[in-house]
């Protein structure tokens, strides 16, 4: 089968920015892996994000766009549309030789419960900015069919296990805005789930207190103390005795009384609400992970991974130590996800969604 060329677009719910990434691919095994970057997002605009995503609270309806939801979602598009156009100058690609654009939008509200999950930004527009056939609203297919819409991811993380040297049993940890794993045990389908919050709840608390966007390098949660009695009460909710598949919104956790602490150990608590809520994993797996490789902006965070290793008893790797780009791999997957929605291929199975049979997803629209 013949490879495509495909341009992956990621905008993250821990809202730094924008992932570009090219990828050369059949949708199945072969992958080439292209090159990235990212179109950072002002502080403007995420107080823009973080409006759209108080608005879409009172959301019952996917198409509605109540309060500034209109002008996010303009904005986002025009941010995206130029944010390629940037990246195919960059990297000296011809933006007519790219057959797709995996275009995920902004998530704004995610509650599969209800079968409602809402990404902002307007795909038919985006393909008419760029000239490029692009496939967008990936989650909503797998939602209807009853399925939980997320992670979406596993399946190219299968693909790039297929083409290294890895254990038989490992794991990939997403840590973006919301955590979320990729179980590859054997040969069968992944199994995957949300495990927790991952940067959201942190970046958010660090961004207020101390006006840095995140903890760098988990330097401030590094010099605190996690405070045991709020983990327990945080750990808790009822969400972490439910086995996989389950999603998340990332607003989902209640963390009330994290105000109360210092900078240094409100980040340490909420570094470590992060860690030990991936161990909650554990218990509901039949085949314990030996290896775990961390992607997403938290795979940065020393901090974190250090904690991560000390909860799951397991070594765990920035996806830079096995030849990825940790910050990239999002983006790349929904590059990858975009040609095998375009092929009718699988998006999600019953083992990563809960969906009753592999479904594929997305939508495709010409510009």
Not at 67 to 93: D, Y
Not at 95 to 114: A, K, M, N, W, Y
Request: proline content about 6%; hydrophobic content about 45%; overall charge negative.
């Amino acid at each position: 089968m013949s490879l495509s060329r495909a341009i992956g677009l990621m905008s993250g719910t821990s809202l730094d920015g924008i992932d570009i990434a090219f990828v050369e691919t059949d949708g199945k095994s072969q992958v080439r892996l292209g090159g990235f970057a990212t179109r950072p997002y002002s502080e403007a605009e995420r107080r823009l994000l973080r409006a759209a995503l108080a608005d879409a609270r009172s959301l019952t309806d996917a198409a509605s766009r109540p309060g500034i939801l209109p002008q996010a979602e303009a904005f986002l598009t025009r941010a995206h549309a130029e944010a390629v156009q940037s990246f195919c100058r960059e990297q000296e690609l011809d933006l007519g030789s790219i057959d797709l654009i995996g275009f995920h939008g902004q998530t704004v509200l995610h509650r599969p419960e209800v079968g409602l999950t809402v990404q902002i930004g307007n795909g038919q527009e985006l393909a008419e900015a760029l000239g490029r056939p692009v496939v967008f609203d990936f989650r909503s297919a797998d939602v209807a069919a009853g399925g939980q819409g997320a992670p979406l991811v596993p399946v190219f993380h299968r693909a790039l296990a297929a083409g290294a040297d890895l254990p038989e049993d490992v794991a990939f940890l997403n840590l973006g805005g919301v955590a979320n794993a990729t179980i590859l045990c054997g040969d069968g389908d992944p199994i995957a789930c949300d495990t927790g919050p991952a940067n959201a709840l942190l970046d958010d608390f660090v961004l207020a207190r101390t006006g840095a966007p995140f903890d760098a390098d988990g330097a401030l949660a590094a010099s605190g103390t996690p405070d045991e009695a709020l983990l327990a009460r945080w750990l808790g909710q009822s969400f972490f005795d439910q086995p996989p598949p389950k999603s998340l919104d990332r607003n989902a956790f209640d963390v009330a009384g994290v105000e109360k602490l210092s900078d240094a150990d409100g980040a340490a608590t909420l570094t470590a609400f992060t860690a030990r809520s991936v161990a909650r994993l554990l218990p509901h797996l039949k085949t314990r992970p030996k290896l775990w490789i961390a992607c997403g902006g938290g795979a940065r965070n020393k901090t974190l991974l250090s904690m991560l290793e000390n909860c799951l008893g397991a070594g765990v790797h920035a996806a830079d130590e096995f030849g990825w780009d940790a910050g990239a791999i999002e983006a790349q997957a929904f590059a990858y996800l975009a040609v095998r929605s375009a092929r009718g291929l699988p998006l999600t199975y019953p083992g990563t969604t809960g969906v009753s049979r592999p479904l594929s997803g997305g939508h495709l629209v010409q510009p």
